[in-house]
């Protein structure tokens, strides 16, 4: 077991810097690798526990500091390092799915807050500004990236103006969109955990397809709404960053409805595959989905029915 652990630990570390530089390496399509990069120190923490999974994290700091810059070491920990660890020591103690989800989501966050709270004290800088500067310089990452890859002038400048654009709504919804984006790499990171545990592991808690939101959180879902409608900036960005918090929670609740439907079919595993991968990518469809998580609070989509004679 202690040989297990030394060689899976090994390989944690490689395939956490590989996930985490890939985007450099090779190319805009190593960017999607930057999602798993929690993953192999999670499973190695699931497998032997949280000290291998801290030796990871550890080796993985200290190889990025004399490889990267101290801002990709700050976003590692940030967003991958903390939950990595966090998610399987829930899991571990039997924690419902969920929970240990929100918990390491929460737990990033407070890392993440300290983190810039540090930050703000030793440079100086204004929240504000040093936001704009992790933009900025995410931003100028993917130019450089679209430059090493070929692109000519006229593809760089267009790409210039939607890069842009895009790091406007970053700004106006930067605390919303952080959030979301630590919890989509937490249910990411729960989905290969419970794809790859075999017999090593357990993972407690309700199966997908019953899973919901807790219903109170409908009215919070309202009152974010009606808050864009108020003619105050500070309560329309609280508004606006709360909906792109919860909106994802109902896209789940109706991915749960869809996958309480698909248990009943006798679909091959690949097939199901692709209409899931579908429903994320093809347009309407997500908003659809999400739109049933909201109105299954009422309609109960999964209630059985009685067949009419």
């Not at 895009?166 to 952080?178: D, K, N």
Request: glycine share 8%; charged share 10%; with cysteine.
């Amino acid at each position: 077991m202690k040989g297990q652990s030394v060689l899976f630990t090994a390989a944690g570390i490689a395939i956490t810097l590989l996930c985490l530089l890939g985007a450099g390496w090779i190319g805009p399509l190593g960017s999607f690798l930057n999602l798993l990069t929690p993953i192999a120190a999670a499973y190695v923490g699931m497998r032997f526990g949280l000290r291998s999974g801290i030796v990871v994290v550890a080796v993985t700091c200290a190889l990025l500091q004399q490889m990267a810059t101290t801002y990709t070491l700050a976003a590692y920990i940030g967003i991958f390092g903390v939950s990595s660890l966090l998610l399987p020591a829930f899991l571990r103690r039997h924690i419902p799915w969920d929970k240990s989800v929100l918990y390491a989501t929460v737990g990033s966050v407070v890392a993440t807050v300290a983190m810039i709270f540090a930050a703000v004290v030793v440079s100086g800088t204004g929240l504000h500004d040093l936001i704009n500067q992790m933009i900025q310089s995410e931003v100028q990452q993917a130019m450089q990236i679209y430059r090493d890859t070929g692109f000519t002038e006229a593809q760089l400048q267009e790409m210039q103006q939607v890069m842009d654009g895009m790091a406007g709504f970053i700004r106006e919804s930067f605390y919303g969109l952080y959030v979301v984006s630590l919890l989509v790499i937490q249910v990411l990171c729960l989905l290969l955990l419970q794809r790859f545990k075999g017999n090593s592991y357990q993972i407690s808690g309700i199966p997908f397809p019953r899973w919901r939101v807790p219903a109170v959180v409908i009215w919070l879902l309202i009152a974010s709404g009606f808050s864009l409608l108020i003619p105050v900036d500070i309560v329309a960005m609280i508004g606006r960053n709360l909906l792109i918090i919860l909106l994802p929670l109902y896209f789940l609740q109706g991915m749960a409805v869809v996958s309480s439907f698909m248990q009943k079919k006798p679909y091959p595993p690949m097939v199901k595959g692709l209409i899931y991968l579908l429903l994320l990518i093809l347009n309407p469809l997500p908003i659809i989905i999400t739109c049933a998580g909201v109105f299954d609070l009422w309609i109960d989509f999964r209630r059985p029915r009685q067949k009419s004679i």
